[in-house]
T-cell receptor, first 116, second 111 residues
């Protein structure tokens, strides 16, 4: 199994509070991704990173920010959580150059966030 | 733009019978295609991938998929379902650096 750890695995918070989810990898892969999973929508990309301090938006980035200060860590922050951000969040990593070759995504086990 | 459609949101099969999960994609180019499986409370795991080599792709756990460019399809099959195949399955398209996920197909296996 790819070495990907997400924390926390479960969190309940209240509307308006900040939340940070952490993804840690031990594979030294270049690309890291944050997805959210909601019933009927599959997985939707929030943000991704293609290197330290290099990040870009995905299709559902509003209300989220990310940071990557080290190769192994990719943080997802909800500055002010809303009930619509209740979801399961998955971190994924990929070794390949995304523009010229594709391989597989390796996924963490997910972080279940409930915003009351 | 590319998109991927999984034609069935739920599939129910009896143990020992064939499984067919249907996936169609739309793309102006030939994409790379994947099937992933997700067991309850777990992350996604790669079953198989097509990257412009053989059109019939064999994956783990007895699954295989056939890429049909003329039909823009990438259906997943298994000759004989096992109870451990109960999970959610995702068809994924990759093109120009973007992964696009289908909405998923929930597979139920009955004894």
């Amino acid at each position: 199994d790819a070495g990907i750890t997400q924390s926390p695995r479960h969190k309940v918070t209240e509307t308006g509070t900040p939340v940070t989810l952490r993804c840690h990898q031990t594979e030294n892969h270049r690309y890291m991704y944050w997805y959210r999973q909601d019933p009927g929508h599959g997985l939707r990309l929030i943000h991704y990173s293609y290197g330290v301090k290099d990040t870009d938006k995905g299709e559902v980035s509003d209300g989220y920010s990310v940071s990557r200060s080290k190769t192994e860590d990719f943080l997802l922050t909800l500055e002010s959580a809303t009930s619509s951000q209740t979801s399961v969040y998955f971190c994924a990593i990929s070794a390949e150059d995304r523009d010229t070759y594709t391989g597989e995504l390796f996924f963490g086990e997910g972080s279940r966030l409930t915003v009351l | 733009a590319q998109s991927v459609t999984q034609l069935d949101s739920h599939v129910s099969v009896s143990e020992g019978t064939p499984v067919l999960l249907r996936c169609n994609y739309s793309s102006s180019y030939s994409p790379s295609l994947f099937w992933y499986v997700q067991h309850p409370n777990k992350g996604l795991q790669l079953l198989l991938k097509y990257t412009s080599a053989a059109t019939l792709v064999k994956g783990i756990n007895g699954f295989e998929a056939e890429f049909k460019k003329s039909e823009t399809s990438f259906h997943l099959t298994k000759p004989s379902a096992h109870m451990s195949d109960a999970a959610e399955y995702f068809c994924v398209v990759w093109l120009w650096g973007k992964f696009q996920f289908g909405a998923g197909t929930q597979v139920v296996v009955t004894p």
